[in-house]
């Protein structure tokens, strides 16, 4: 007996000397129902990244980050599940390959080779991926409806699902349980299917992106007119007029919400600030010697436009959307899709100048801005009419250029090291998703005051160094 | 024309920073077992650390050692997880000779060797804290050759040089995946390891008044001695990709040991019981921020720097000495040792808090002139609540430590 006595007494030593702090308590619903969640969105929703879609990228899709924690609130508020994707099969990318980090070797520099994005060289395409998705539970539930390039004016237009196969963008072919039906059919359909009693909605990124991302090629004023007259689909090279964008917008929150569901209204970030826009930097002609710098002032001494050019960085020489050939001005956006090869290779920037669909001049990027400023007042006020949740992610992206420090970990919106941003250089690497999953659960929280945990966004995958 | 466009592009972008060092109060047994007091009594050979004045009234030349054994225990706790550092002991240790020159002589000479600044964690590599801190080790050893000068039978002042040697060593994750191959797998970090030496000089200078046998005062007053490394080994553990990037280097950086200047009195009110009340003010406002410079930099790797902000604090101590018998005696004392770590600079690598000391302990004389000492301490920190906002880190952390401390001293 004496024995286990002393080593009881040595046992409570030990015991005093372990401290423990466990302050992770049992999340609370407050005033809302997670019962069940429908995303609605887009690219970001859907969970695209690295340049295409991936069953890992899905899985780790903000909604999927937001369900878990959901489900972490006791019933009968909490999230029940199953949270279903329209999984693909494969993890290579679909329909394309995902991009990955591997070494990129100049065409004209035989030495030259840089660690730059690259298509996954290993890919095959499944043929199971490019299957019909059927969802076996609960009569064809899915809960992520996120879908790569819907924007909020397509809400509208029959057959969208099958006009966007047609341009290779298969995703909404894979699970709209009618392809000829319009998208805001399908959200009616998965509305009526699965009673939602909360949802978010991020929409209205691609309205303003798919402009942006092709260089500003419409007249960016917000006016832009269908490009097939009665069908209904507007100039995906232009900015979504606003009326049009207010009015499917409403259309689709008011099926949101028909049965009384609450949810949370994501605003749309300034794009712009995007690494595709920011990776190349617009005073990247670098000029060694005098002697170059002379013979470019001496080869555009007949133009006009003011120009400046010295050793050291400079302004690359680009072409406006007006066919314009001048000098850019600082502030204006190099895209990530230009091809850098041209710049090394072949006196793009300098001598030949960069095509206007791999710029944004400053108008542009102007009327980007604009559209979104007029699109986010439009969801605010919808919030508000509603009494929806309100995420500013707008107000969240800009603190990335100057670092947003999470868990010790400072992110940003810098290409590759970022962290926050995939490879493609415009969708979040899976931190980036969680990390967009706890801004939105801070809004829900002070909003419908529950007490969701945040997610701890550094334990999902970053950037694969090679 | 040369457009290198991408040569910037890949950056990292982890908030680094490492720890302080913390004071230990651990340099005498005696001393350890009252609360940490000694300002005002020179006990034992002891003194040269604690009241370098106190050295001249030693009665005769003493050799003295001691060792502690501190175990430490920090828990972590947060919305997102929860977590405990890994046990591990540390022994810091002490060795002084010193005393009068000669019987009755009013000159005395010593040299101490203590340890009293380190502080040791251990974390998992994978924890929620990991890309601050997985571990850290500073660990500071003082040389200190003194003079004690009694001037009168009321008062006599003593002063030490203090040189210091130290090692230093801090794991903390990369945020750079892939070491595993192009494999997703969870905690495939990068990690970066900081080693290196370091060294510093000060003084330690004391009065000691004695208006009567029962009655003394100490005043001392310890500079602050400010670690250098330099030259410290910098290792990158990364993706092959980023070798270069990361190159193995050399780093500078300095950590302070904080000034203290402490007030003491000691009074006997009766023949077999002694009480000590110390007063320290401790100089922590110099550790303002942290610098780490990179021998070799590169576009991703960048001299660090961390915002410390501490400040400075008031440390009280009480203790007690009972004579039981002309062999045998008796100590027990207690001390509170305010944090000096703001409330938004409270960072893993050194997640301090108020801290409550409780402190007893044992002297033995089993021969003439020869005597073993023991204590023991238990430190408990309150639950503290803070945040590195540098780091963007937030957490409920408590430290709880037990000390044993063992020593013996031989009167020459």
Redesign the interface.
Same mark, same amino acid.
């Given at each position: 007996m004496r024995k286990i006595y002393a080593i009881g007494a040595f046992t409570l030593?030990f015991a005093?000397?372990?401290?423990?702090?466990?302050?992770?308590?049992a999340p609370t619903a407050g005033q809302v129902k997670f019962t069940n969640y429908l995303a609605i969105g887009d690219n970001y929703t859907g969970g695209y990244m690295d340049g295409s879609l991936t069953v890992?990228g899905q899985l780790n899709s903000f909604p999927q980050r937001l369900f878990e924690q959901f489900s972490q609130v006791a019933e009968p508020n909490g999230a029940k599940g199953p949270f279903i994707h329209p999984l693909l099969h494969s993890d290579f990318g679909y329909p394309g390959p995902k991009l990955?980090?591997g070494?990129r070797h100049s065409t004209c520099i035989w030495y030259d080779s840089?660690?730059?994005p690259i298509s996954y060289p290993y890919f095959t395409a499944d043929p199971i991926d490019d299957q019909y998705f059927v969802s076996n539970k609960n009569n064809g539930q899915i809960n992520n409806i996120g879908v790569y390039g819907l924007r909020v004016v397509d809400y509208p237009v029959a057959g969208w699902a099958t006009a966007a196969d047609g341009q290779g963008i298969p995703y909404a072919r894979r699970f709209f349980y009618d392809a000829a039906a319009t998208p805001q059919d399908e959200l009616q359909h998965r509305v009526d299917n699965l009673y939602p009693t909360f949802f978010t909605m991020w929409m209205g990124m691609n309205d303003v992106l798919s402009y942006a991302i092709k260089g500003g090629q419409g007249d960016g004023t917000g006016n832009a007119l269908p490009i097939v007259p009665g069908l209904g689909i507007y100039n995906p090279n232009d900015i979504s007029p606003i009326s049009a964008f207010d009015s499917a917008y409403d259309k689709a929150l008011n099926t949101a919400i028909f049965n009384g569901a609450s949810g949370a209204l994501i605003n749309i970030p300034d794009i712009t600030l995007l690494p595709f826009f920011n990776? *190349?930097?617009s005073d990247?002609? *670098?000029?060694?010697r005098q002697g170059?710098a002379d013979t470019l002032l001496a080869y555009y001494a007949g133009q006009a436009w003011k120009k400046v050019f010295q050793p050291g960085k400079n302004q690359f020489i680009i072409k406006d959307h007006n066919d314009n050939i001048r000098q850019s001005v600082p502030g204006e956006l190099i895209l990530l899709s230009c091809p850098?090869d041209s *710049?090394?290779c072949s006196?793009w920037?300098?001598t030949t100048p960069i095509p206007s669909k791999y710029v944004l001049t400053t108008d542009e990027i102007q009327f980007a801005r604009a559209a979104i400023d007029r699109y986010n007042y439009f969801i605010y006020t919808e919030a508000q009419l509603h009494h929806l949740a309100y995420v500013d992610m707008n107000k969240y992206f800009s603190t990335l250029p100057t670092?947003?420090?999470?868990?010790? *970990?400072?992110?940003?919106n810098?290409?590759?090291?970022?962290?926050f941003f995939s490879l493609d250089g415009i969708h979040p690497t899976a931190r980036g998703q969680a990390l967009i999953a706890n801004k939105i659960i801070e809004t829900i929280n002070s909003f419908y005051k529950s007490t969701l945990?945040? &997610?701890?966004a550094?334990?999902y !995958?970053? &950037?694969?160094? !090679? | 024309m040369k457009k290198n466009l991408l040569a910037s592009l890949i950056l990292l972008s982890s908030v680094n920073l490492f720890g302080a060092g913390f004071q230990l109060n651990l340099q005498g047994i005696r001393q350890m077992a009252q609360g940490g007091t000694g300002t005002a009594w020179p006990w034992d050979a002891s003194t040269i650390f604690y009241n370098p004045a106190g050295l001249a009234r030693l009665k005769s030349i003493q050799a003295y050692a001691s060792i502690a054994f501190v175990m430490p225990s920090t828990a972590y706790g947060s919305s997102m997880s929860s977590a405990r550092t890994h046990q591990q002991t540390f022994t810091p240790f002490n060795v002084y000779i010193g005393g009068p020159v000669q019987q009755d002589s009013r000159f005395a000479i010593g040299l101490g060797v203590y340890n009293n600044a380190g502080e040791g964690m251990k974390w998992d590599d994978d924890w929620q804290g990991a890309y601050m801190v997985q571990s850290i080790n500073f660990n500071a050893i003082m040389f200190q050759p003194t003079l004690s000068y009694r001037i009168s039978d009321f008062i006599s002042a003593g002063a030490g040089f203090v040189y210091g040697t130290g090692t230093f060593d801090m794991t903390q994750a990369m945020p750079v995946h892939g070491l595993n191959g192009p494999q997703i797998v969870y905690g495939d970090n990068g990690q970066a390891h900081l080693k290196g030496t370091a060294s510093g000089v000060g003084f330690n200078a004391g009065l000691h008044i004695k208006p009567s046998d029962n009655f003394q005062i100490g005043l001392t007053y310890r500079s602050q001695v400010t670690m250098d490394v330099t030259g410290g080994s910098a290792y990158f553990t990364v993706p092959n990709s980023l070798k270069d990037q990361f190159p193995n280097t050399h780093f500078n950086t300095f950590l302070p040991l904080p000034q203290v200047a402490s007030i003491g009195i000691g009074v006997r009110p009766s023949e077999p019981l002694t009480i000590n009340f110390d007063l320290s003010y401790i100089g922590w406002n110099s550790y303002d921020s942290l610098k780490i410079n990179f021998d070799q930099q590169t576009d991703a790797l960048h001299n660090m720097h961390a915002p410390r902000h501490y400040k400075n604090t008031w440390v009280p101590r009480i203790g007690a000495n009972y004579k039981v018998s002309k062999v045998v005696s008796v100590m027990l004392g207690a001390n509170y040792d305010a944090t000096p770590v703001p409330d938004n600079y409270v960072s893993p690598d050194l997640p301090d808090a108020d801290r409550v000391n409780i402190t007893c302990g044992a002297s033995i004389k089993p021969f003439h002139r020869f005597t073993v000492l023991a204590a023991f301490e238990g430190t408990s920190s309150l639950k503290r609540s803070g945040k590195y906002e540098y780091g963007n880190f937030e957490g409920t952390y408590k430290t709880e430590a037990l000390s044993f401390g063992l020593g013996v001293y031989y009167n020459l």
């Amino acid at each position: 007996m004496r024995k286990i006595y002393a080593i009881g007494a040595f046992t409570l030593l030990f015991a005093a000397c372990k401290p423990s702090v466990s302050i992770i308590t049992a999340p609370t619903a407050g005033q809302v129902k997670f019962t069940n969640y429908l995303a609605i969105g887009d690219n970001y929703t859907g969970g695209y990244m690295d340049g295409s879609l991936t069953v890992t990228g899905q899985l780790n899709s903000f909604p999927q980050r937001l369900f878990e924690q959901f489900s972490q609130v006791a019933e009968p508020n909490g999230a029940k599940g199953p949270f279903i994707h329209p999984l693909l099969h494969s993890d290579f990318g679909y329909p394309g390959p995902k991009l990955v980090l591997g070494y990129r070797h100049s065409t004209c520099i035989w030495y030259d080779s840089s660690l730059a994005p690259i298509s996954y060289p290993y890919f095959t395409a499944d043929p199971i991926d490019d299957q019909y998705f059927v969802s076996n539970k609960n009569n064809g539930q899915i809960n992520n409806i996120g879908v790569y390039g819907l924007r909020v004016v397509d809400y509208p237009v029959a057959g969208w699902a099958t006009a966007a196969d047609g341009q290779g963008i298969p995703y909404a072919r894979r699970f709209f349980y009618d392809a000829a039906a319009t998208p805001q059919d399908e959200l009616q359909h998965r509305v009526d299917n699965l009673y939602p009693t909360f949802f978010t909605m991020w929409m209205g990124m691609n309205d303003v992106l798919s402009y942006a991302i092709k260089g500003g090629q419409g007249d960016g004023t917000g006016n832009a007119l269908p490009i097939v007259p009665g069908l209904g689909i507007y100039n995906p090279n232009d900015i979504s007029p606003i009326s049009a964008f207010d009015s499917a917008y409403d259309k689709a929150l008011n099926t949101a919400i028909f049965n009384g569901a609450s949810g949370a209204l994501i605003n749309i970030p300034d794009i712009t600030l995007l690494p595709f826009f920011n990776a *190349i930097p617009s005073d990247g002609l *670098i000029l060694d010697r005098q002697g170059q710098a002379d013979t470019l002032l001496a080869y555009y001494a007949g133009q006009a436009w003011k120009k400046v050019f010295q050793p050291g960085k400079n302004q690359f020489i680009i072409k406006d959307h007006n066919d314009n050939i001048r000098q850019s001005v600082p502030g204006e956006l190099i895209l990530l899709s230009c091809p850098i090869d041209s *710049i090394k290779c072949s006196g793009w920037g300098s001598t030949t100048p960069i095509p206007s669909k791999y710029v944004l001049t400053t108008d542009e990027i102007q009327f980007a801005r604009a559209a979104i400023d007029r699109y986010n007042y439009f969801i605010y006020t919808e919030a508000q009419l509603h009494h929806l949740a309100y995420v500013d992610m707008n107000k969240y992206f800009s603190t990335l250029p100057t670092g947003a420090p999470f868990n010790g *970990i400072s992110y940003s919106n810098a290409f590759v090291s970022g962290g926050f941003f995939s490879l493609d250089g415009i969708h979040p690497t899976a931190r980036g998703q969680a990390l967009i999953a706890n801004k939105i659960i801070e809004t829900i929280n002070s909003f419908y005051k529950s007490t969701l945990n945040p &997610v701890d966004a550094n334990k999902y !995958p970053g &950037v694969q160094y !090679p | 024309m040369k457009k290198n466009l991408l040569a910037s592009l890949i950056l990292l972008s982890s908030v680094n920073l490492f720890g302080a060092g913390f004071q230990l109060n651990l340099q005498g047994i005696r001393q350890m077992a009252q609360g940490g007091t000694g300002t005002a009594w020179p006990w034992d050979a002891s003194t040269i650390f604690y009241n370098p004045a106190g050295l001249a009234r030693l009665k005769s030349i003493q050799a003295y050692a001691s060792i502690a054994f501190v175990m430490p225990s920090t828990a972590y706790g947060s919305s997102m997880s929860s977590a405990r550092t890994h046990q591990q002991t540390f022994t810091p240790f002490n060795v002084y000779i010193g005393g009068p020159v000669q019987q009755d002589s009013r000159f005395a000479i010593g040299l101490g060797v203590y340890n009293n600044a380190g502080e040791g964690m251990k974390w998992d590599d994978d924890w929620q804290g990991a890309y601050m801190v997985q571990s850290i080790n500073f660990n500071a050893i003082m040389f200190q050759p003194t003079l004690s000068y009694r001037i009168s039978d009321f008062i006599s002042a003593g002063a030490g040089f203090v040189y210091g040697t130290g090692t230093f060593d801090m794991t903390q994750a990369m945020p750079v995946h892939g070491l595993n191959g192009p494999q997703i797998v969870y905690g495939d970090n990068g990690q970066a390891h900081l080693k290196g030496t370091a060294s510093g000089v000060g003084f330690n200078a004391g009065l000691h008044i004695k208006p009567s046998d029962n009655f003394q005062i100490g005043l001392t007053y310890r500079s602050q001695v400010t670690m250098d490394v330099t030259g410290g080994s910098a290792y990158f553990t990364v993706p092959n990709s980023l070798k270069d990037q990361f190159p193995n280097t050399h780093f500078n950086t300095f950590l302070p040991l904080p000034q203290v200047a402490s007030i003491g009195i000691g009074v006997r009110p009766s023949e077999p019981l002694t009480i000590n009340f110390d007063l320290s003010y401790i100089g922590w406002n110099s550790y303002d921020s942290l610098k780490i410079n990179f021998d070799q930099q590169t576009d991703a790797l960048h001299n660090m720097h961390a915002p410390r902000h501490y400040k400075n604090t008031w440390v009280p101590r009480i203790g007690a000495n009972y004579k039981v018998s002309k062999v045998v005696s008796v100590m027990l004392g207690a001390n509170y040792d305010a944090t000096p770590v703001p409330d938004n600079y409270v960072s893993p690598d050194l997640p301090d808090a108020d801290r409550v000391n409780i402190t007893c302990g044992a002297s033995i004389k089993p021969f003439h002139r020869f005597t073993v000492l023991a204590a023991f301490e238990g430190t408990s920190s309150l639950k503290r609540s803070g945040k590195y906002e540098y780091g963007n880190f937030e957490g409920t952390y408590k430290t709880e430590a037990l000390s044993f401390g063992l020593g013996v001293y031989y009167n020459l």
